[in-house]
């Protein structure tokens, strides 16, 4: 059965929008290119960080996240980015009595915006906490470690098969892959995406109703 819910940050619970623009105006080009950019890296299976590379060679993401920091253009996000489903959604598991975690690869700073908006989870983990990200299987080994459970009881949602499900079905995690953000619906089609996860939703909302639905069957 599941006993634990752990979410994927990006394009799961926010809507990273904002944050791609400001980095498209931060380099100096208009967001329909970098967006446009952005997705043709990710459909050729690249780490989404060459699309940087593309438009300022050399390009150093930790650097430049600390010289806009400097100078009062930090990345940031907000309750206005938070998906509409999200916040119902957490509250609900939380409520159906399933332990709530938010775990993704974000920096400190995200970490500490995450926790400043009081969600109604029972824990907030970033990569930049544990010192792994993913795909890495470390980073799951410390999700598993987290929740009051074993890894088999554990349901990990994400928009990415590379980075989320993938991994984390190979950890021995449950998997809940949302159709949403640019990786969800470009990799949509995958035959993984059918094959791998053990549930796919359109919706946060679906939640809920499909965890109690899967755990009837295992009783």
């Known amino acids: 059965m599941i006993q634990a819910v752990v979410f994927d940050v990006g394009?799961?619970?926010?809507?990273?929008?904002r944050e791609y623009g400001t980095w498209a105006d931060w380099l100096g080009v208009p967001r329909h290119?970098?967006?446009?950019?952005?997705?043709?890296?990710?459909?050729?299976?690249?780490?989404?960080?060459?699309?940087?590379?593309?438009?300022?060679?050399?390009?150093?993401?930790?650097?430049?996240?600390?010289?806009?920091?400097?100078?009062?253009?930090p990345e940031?996000?907000?309750?206005?980015?938070?998906?509409?489903d999200a916040r119902p959604t957490l509250a609900k598991l939380g409520g159906d009595g399933l332990w709530v975690g938010i775990a993704g690869n974000q920096t400190v700073r995200a970490g500490g915006i995450l926790r400043s908006l009081g969600l109604p989870c029972?824990?907030?983990?970033?990569?930049?906490?544990?010192?792994?990200?993913?795909?890495?299987p470390g980073f799951f080994r410390c999700v598993v470690e987290a929740a009051p459970c074993e890894a088999g009881e554990v349901l990990y949602v994400g928009d990415r098969l590379d980075n989320d499900i993938m991994p984390a079905a190979?950890?021995?995690?449950?998997?809940?892959?949302?159709?949403?953000?640019?990786?969800?619906?470009?990799?949509?089609?995958?035959?993984?995406?059918?094959?791998v996860p053990t549930m796919?939703?359109?919706s946060l909302a679906e939640l809920p109703g499909r965890i109690a639905a899967f755990n009837a069957e295992a009783r």
């Open 200 to 202: 796919r939703i359109d």
């Open 76 to 84: 940031t996000f907000g309750e206005e980015e938070l998906y509409p």
């Open 11 to 17: 394009e799961c619970l926010v809507d990273e929008s």
């Open 122 to 136: 029972d824990m907030v983990a970033t990569s930049d906490d544990w010192g792994v990200a993913k795909p890495d």
């Open 33 to 73: 290119t970098f967006s446009a950019m952005f997705g043709a890296v990710i459909a050729r299976g690249l780490d989404y960080r060459e699309t940087f590379q593309v438009f300022a060679p050399g390009f150093d993401l930790t650097q430049q996240r600390e010289e806009r920091a400097a100078v009062g253009r």
């Open 170 to 195: 190979a950890a021995g995690l449950r998997t809940a892959l949302i159709r949403r953000g640019p990786w969800g619906i470009i990799q949509q089609d995958d035959p993984d995406a059918d094959r």
